[in-house]
């Protein structure tokens, strides 16, 4: 059995920067599963029906230059509540679970659908405004042209629709661990995240 680590919460908690990290300090594989989400969004942007723009998902189609704009965010998380395009993604998700060597996956549904059985379990969150005004810089840094005001509504949206969703919606696994960076630096909150998985290993 390899050894999984499963990271979920809410946009812009820090979930990339620590699965990032983690996956390098104990040389496991990394897969980002929001980008299987965006990259299935932006094919729908293009005109493709969601369910065909994840089935027929290709390795390149993760490298667009445009997945990280928030028109895309948006569209990525209302082709994730359709339960159909969800079901087209497990396969891939769970075969880079069970790489040799272990993985790392973050994601919304990691710790409860994806890998139940995961040997360790974070949720990673942090208030709305802190997120948002993380998203912000970011966003900002790469050109993009943003307000601080859109970006906490888009992410408030995009939230509220990934947690009522009635598939797979964005919550804690019951045996999670719930790390709040509000208050964290990106230093502390890799440090925890990285004492957390020593001790299950
Ligand atoms: O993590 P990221 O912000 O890139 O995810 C984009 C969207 O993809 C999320 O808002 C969510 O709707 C969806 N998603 C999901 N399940 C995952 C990962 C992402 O539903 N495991």
């Given at each position: 059995?390899?050894?999984?680590?499963?990271?979920?919460?809410?946009?812009a908690?820090?979930?990339?920067?620590?699965?990032?990290?983690?996956?390098?300090?104990?040389?496991?594989?990394?897969?980002?599963?929001?980008?299987?989400?965006?990259?299935?969004?932006?094919?729908?942007?293009?005109?493709?029906?969601?369910?065909?723009?994840?089935?027929?998902?290709?390795?390149?189609?993760?490298?667009?230059?445009?997945?990280?704009?928030g028109?895309?965010?948006?569209?990525?998380?209302?082709?994730?509540?359709?339960?159909?395009?969800?079901?087209?993604?497990?396969?891939?998700?769970?075969?880079?679970?069970?790489?040799?060597?272990?993985?790392?996956?973050?994601?919304?549904?990691?710790?409860?659908?994806?890998?139940?059985?995961?040997?360790?379990?974070?949720?990673?969150?942090?208030s709305d405004n802190v997120r948002a005004d993380r998203r912000y810089r970011e966003m900002k840094a790469?050109?993009m042209d943003v307000t601080p005001e859109s970006v906490l509504a888009d992410l408030r949206?995009?939230?509220?629709?990934?947690?009522?969703?009635?598939?797979?919606?964005?919550?804690?696994?019951?045996?999670?661990?719930?790390?709040?960076?509000?208050?964290?630096?990106?230093?502390?909150?890799?440090?925890?995240?990285?004492?957390?998985?020593?001790?299950?290993?």
């Amino acid at each position: 059995m390899s050894f999984t680590v499963a990271i979920d919460g809410p946009a812009a908690a820090g979930k990339g920067t620590i699965s990032k990290a983690v996956a390098e300090r104990f040389g496991l594989a990394h897969l980002d599963t929001g980008l299987l989400y965006r990259a299935t969004g932006a094919r729908v942007l293009d005109g493709l029906k969601p369910l065909a723009a994840a089935e027929t998902l290709q390795a390149d189609d993760l490298k667009r230059d445009d997945l990280r704009t928030g028109d895309v965010a948006r569209a990525a998380s209302q082709v994730a509540a359709i339960p159909e395009v969800r079901a087209a993604l497990v396969a891939f998700q769970r075969a880079f679970a069970q790489r040799q060597g272990g993985a790392v996956l973050d994601g919304r549904d990691i710790g409860t659908v994806i890998c139940p059985e995961a040997a360790v379990k974070l949720y990673v969150t942090a208030s709305d405004n802190v997120r948002a005004d993380r998203r912000y810089r970011e966003m900002k840094a790469s050109g993009m042209d943003v307000t601080p005001e859109s970006v906490l509504a888009d992410l408030r949206e995009r939230d509220a629709r990934d947690s009522v969703r009635v598939a797979a919606p964005m919550k804690p696994a019951e045996d999670a661990v719930v790390l709040d960076t509000s208050l964290m630096s990106i230093d502390d909150a890799v440090a925890r995240a990285v004492a957390i998985i020593q001790a299950a290993m």
